[in-house]
């Protein structure tokens, strides 16, 4: 980062170099975060260190210990299991209520997200981008607020966990075949279809994570 500057070393700025790192790996599952190097190698003072370090706990990307350190959660199979457990339940009912909510608008909009995934999908960061933009606006259509409250929630942690899978062409391209079908089955308002391939392909991304989080020797079984 550049040296410091008032306006734009806040906590947020700190949150998301520190995020970053998390997703990236830079900063690995079981590392103890030590504020004053941290400071250091940020460029920041304490304060909006702590303030990051704070809402980053807050979403379980980071873990307060009992002896009061701070460290990046370990990968824990069983956690990662259930947080892709929930969300292929709340993205299958996402996608079975937007069947009943979706217009021609939407239905544009949508194919417009999966017409930019192909164009994109041979780019990790860009297909994962659109991807993620595609549930996102099922979500909204669907206009369930609680679903949406904790998609979410489960949204950034599953973020954590997309760096795994993301990098395989495979996966993107079964990914970008599975966000068609989808869209094509709330468009043709088959609700059993949508919540069918909507939930198939979380549990997909879940088989995916685990086994290749698996190969890393780093997850916690």
């Known amino acids: 980062m550049a040296g410091p500057q008032p306006r734009n070393t806040g906590a947020h700025v700190v949150y998301a170099e520190l995020k970053r790192q998390i997703l990236t790996l830079e900063l690995k599952p079981g590392e103890r975060i030590y504020e004053p190097a941290m400071a250091t190698a940020l460029q920041v003072s304490r304060t909006p260190l702590r303030e990051a370090i704070r809402r980053l706990i807050s979403e379980s ?10 460290m990046v959660p370990a990968l824990d199979e069983k956690v990662i299991s259930e947080l892709y457990d929930v969300r292929a339940a709340l993205e299958s009912l996402m996608a079975r209520e937007a069947c009943a909510n979706a217009s021609p608008a939407d239905l544009e909009e949508l ?11 041979e780019f990790p960061d860009e297909a994962m981008k659109y991807g993620v933009a595609l549930h996102a606006a099922i979500a909204g259509i669907a206009g369930n607020s609680w679903a949406q409250r904790f998609h979410g929630q489960i949204a950034s942690q599953v973020e954590r966990y997309r760096y795994f899978t993301n990098n395989a062409p495979e996966r993107r391209d079964e990914a970008l075949a599975n966000h068609r079908r989808l869209v094509e089955a709330i468009a043709s308002k088959d609700a059993e279809k949508a919540a069918k391939v909507a939930f198939d392909h979380v549990i997909g991304a879940r088989d995916e994570t685990l086994r290749v989080i698996s190969s890393t020797g780093l997850v916690v079984e």
Not at 61 to 70: A, D, I, K
């Open 111 to 121: 194919r417009g997200i999966v017409a930019r995934n192909a164009a994109m999908v």
């Open 61 to 70: 990307l980071l873990e307060q210990q009992p002896t009061g350190g701070v």
